[in-house]
């Protein structure tokens, strides 16, 4: 599903520049849930960004579903973008003057469907979150959870290969965290594969496997039991 | 490209995008609209100065001379300065035969006279007139008619009176065609009135009589008072002026360098004046729309760099979600351009409705009658509103290019 070979990345910072990967290597086979571990500074987001294709290794290789993902001009790496990958961010990052179907359509909308195929899709994915009632509400009119949960719906729209989610529950209360993270669970359940940045424990433990990085190295990388978020809620 | 320009999703996002920030949207609005206005208002204006100063001097034959006698001012063949030279109608003759590019030669004759009719009485300018003057300073005759060539030729006792005349002489509403007003005492029969209010060249005359009868009645002889030289059009009037005079010098014994012996007004050289200074007008008028209208464009574009910069993020999310860059671009070109037409349309409108404005207050009819018909040509307005949308289109290359310059990543970290 996902291959990475030796992956390097460091950023400029004035005359000097600060090397945040230190050679990756890690793959992920469909239907897996990772989550990635690490400090602040440890490069677990640079790392994510990479994975989706919203930055450039320096060196290295990364094969996603075989293709593999090099020197892409920005045309192609939207269009991969839209067609392998979902993002679910830490402050949902909805559009505030779309109304819920509507930010949840807009994938679709890049990838050049029609409307009525869009709202078709986006309120059959409205539904799958439980919001579909709230499909014509703003962002602003509805509560952090039900922010989170168009945001995902949103990343399942275009049916993507791989879910990414950046600190996904990082600005939500414990109780939504863990509402939100059994519905991340009941898709990997469906077969989902996900790949999340969090530097909650307990969070992590929710995945199937942890892979700890510290100064942008791989410290760890375990397979866990993975603790069923339903139990909480 | 094109398919997208006409799928309502297009246009959907483009509305979304602007009503969301209404502010900003009439910010920008009001610049370019503002603009366009003005462009109209002034070019507008313009045309209507220039329409009432043609219609002022529409009735003259714009390529003429006036030339009158005064006095000597060097010593020639005999004669002493000072002498007083007199203009005769052979002078007027030999000019129409011999000066190139003469069109008429119209002599004229002028004076003082009491005028009276039943009661009423003033002191008016008469003048004795060919037909011929009706050709290069064009009478409106309001009723009746103007001077014939029988009226010259049986000497007769007509008179052609302005409005003014009409209006100070004769009862309102009261008949004159056929009455007789007393010219120094003498009977004249009214066959025509004029109506007044061109500019008048030369000496007033509120009654034109014919040439001959005033010859007679006045004691001139062969002498006239002054003459009207019109050239045609293809002739440059100020080498006929100095051909007509340097013949009448030769004519009646005077210094060719001497230059006081005639006065002249050369009503072509004013006009030029005049006609300058309205192309100067003109020019600064477009200068200055031009100038307002390139100041809206920017402000399009600064908004736009405001409004691109505050979206960053937006596109950011916009791009993790597959936008093309080219699709950003061409979502915030459209918008800009969108904004540009809608308020250079609004401009147009409005820019008209100024028009009509200044045209009930000022234009034909009202009572200064100074802006006649200010009007701006449709292929100007569709001129300046594309060159608007051009560099609306261009204008907001720049935020386009800005907002796809930042990598999606970055953006998506600005708060």
């Given amino acids: 599903m996902l291959k990475i070979n030796k992956l390097h990345k460091s950023y400029p ?96 909308y890049y990838q050049g469907l029609k409307r009525k195929e869009r ?68 898709l990997n359940d469906e077969g989902k594969t996900i790949l999340m940045v969090t530097h909650e424990e307990d969070i992590a433990n929710m995945c199937k496997r942890i892979v700890r990085l510290k100064d942008g190295v791989i410290m760890e990388d375990t397979f866990v039991e993975q603790v069923r978020a339903s139990q909480y809620v | 490209m094109v398919r997208f320009l006409f799928e309502r999703d297009t246009w959907q996002e483009v509305y979304d995008s602007l009503t969301k920030n209404k502010l900003r949207t009439v910010l920008t609005m009001v610049g370019v609209w503002w603009g ?67 069109e008429f030669v119209v002599p004229r004759s002028q004076s003082q006279a009491l005028v009276v009719h039943d009661f009423l009485s003033g002191n008016f300018g008469v003048s004795g007139d060919y037909p011929l003057l009706d050709k290069v300073q064009k009478k409106k005759m309001m009723k009746g008619r103007f001077i014939n060539q029988i009226d010259i030729e049986e000497n007769r006792k007509v008179a052609v009176i302005s409005e003014d005349i009409y209006k100070q002489l004769f009862k309102k509403d009261e008949e004159m065609l056929g009455e007789y007003i007393q010219l120094n005492g003498m009977n004249f029969k009214v066959v025509g009135m004029f109506e007044t209010g061109n500019v008048n060249m030369g000496p007033r005359s509120d009654i034109h009589i014919p040439f001959t009868t005033f010859q007679q009645i006045y004691n001139m002889g062969e002498e006239i008072g002054w003459m009207m030289i019109t050239g045609k059009p293809e002739y440059d009037i100020a080498q006929i002026e100095s051909d007509a005079k340097l013949l009448l010098k030769n004519l009646n014994q005077i210094h060719p360098d001497d230059k006081r012996a005639f006065g002249g007004f050369n009503l072509g050289k004013e006009f030029a004046k ?136 970055d953006a998506l970290r600005e708060e």
């Fill in chain 2, 36 to 102: 366009i206005l003005l462009l109209i208002g002034l070019l507008g204006s313009a045309r209507g100065l220039e329409n009432s100063f043609n219609r002022l001097f529409g009735s003259f034959a714009t390529n003429s001379v006036f030339v009158w006698a005064q006095s000597t001012s060097k010593p020639f063949k005999g004669f002493q300065e000072g002498r007083q030279v007199k203009l005769s109608i052979s002078d007027a003759e030999k000019i129409e035969e011999n000066v190139e590019g003469i």
């Fill in chain 1, 119 to 186: 709202i078709e899709k986006g309120l059959f994915h409205l539904e799958k979150v439980g919001l579909r009632d709230w499909a014509d509400h703003l962002p602003n009119e509805l509560s952090g959870g039900q922010k989170q949960r168009v945001a995902i719906a949103r990343a399942l729209a275009a049916n993507p290969k791989l879910l990414l989610a950046d600190e996904p529950t990082g600005a939500l209360d414990t109780k939504t965290s863990h509402e939100i993270m059994e519905f991340i669970q009941s």
């Fill in chain 2, 274 to 409: 005049v006609t300058g200074f309205l192309k100067g007008m003109q020019f600064l008028t477009w200068f200055v729309g031009i100038a307002t209208l390139i100041a809206g464009v920017f402000a399009i574009g600064n908004i736009l760099l405001i409004t691109v910069k505050e979206r960053t993020k937006e596109i950011g999310v916009r791009r993790a979600l597959g936008a093309t860059p080219f699709e950003i671009k061409r979502q915030i070109i459209l918008e800009a351009v969108f904004i540009t037409i809608i308020a250079g349309l609004m401009g147009i409108i409005s820019g008209g409705l100024i028009l009509m404005l200044l045209d009930s207050s000022f234009g034909l009819g009202s009572e200064t009658e100074v802006l006649i018909n200010a009007s701006v040509s449709i292929a100007v307005v569709f001129i300046a509103l594309i060159i608007l949308v051009v560099l609306g289109t261009l204008i907001g290359l720049i935020p386009a290019n800005k907002a796809t310059s930042v990598k999606p990543i």
């Fill in chain 1, 13 to 108: 910072i004035g005359d000097s520049s600060l090397h945040v990967l230190k050679g990756i290597d890690l793959s992920v086979e469909s239907g897996e849930m990772v989550a990635i571990m690490g400090s602040s500074g440890s490069g677990k987001s640079t790392l994510l960004n990479i994975i989706g294709m919203l930055d450039e290794a320096d060196e290295g290789e990364y094969v996603l579903d075989n293709v593999p993902i090099k020197n892409l001009t920005e045309k192609k790496a939207a269009i991969y973008r839209n067609k392998f990958l979902g993002f679910i961010f830490q402050s949902f990052n909805l559009i505030n003057y779309k109304n819920a179907l509507d930010n949840v359509a807009l994938p679709l």
